[in-house]
């Protein structure tokens, strides 16, 4: 059994980026949670942050990478990646 975590965010405004949206509050609120997660013993490369939309993943990882929060991209990082990215997986 994994454990999941859902995070309300209340306030926040999708962004139009492309055909793609994001969400500055709800990316801060990922990234705050991540660090408490890892910080409570958690392994970056049990992580795993699931979203609708591309532009959010990449804000995400950007904000990852500002943080010293390492991703999938490197080697045992927090996973990042939309819905369809995690898609077809067991």
Not at 16 to 45: C, H, M, W, Y
Not at 56 to 72: E, M, S
């Amino acid at each position: 059994c994994m454990p999941v975590c859902l995070v309300p965010i209340m306030n926040g405004s999708e962004m139009k980026d492309g055909d793609s949206f994001f969400n500055e509050l709800e990316a801060d609120q990922v990234v705050n949670t991540v660090q408490r997660l890892i910080a409570g013993g958690l392994q970056p490369q049990e992580v795993g942050v699931v979203t609708p939309y591309g532009a959010q993943v990449r804000l995400i990882r950007r904000k990852f990478q500002r943080a010293g929060i390492q991703t999938f991209r490197d080697a045992s990082g927090v996973e990042v990646a939309s819905v369809d990215g995690y898609q077809g997986r067991e």
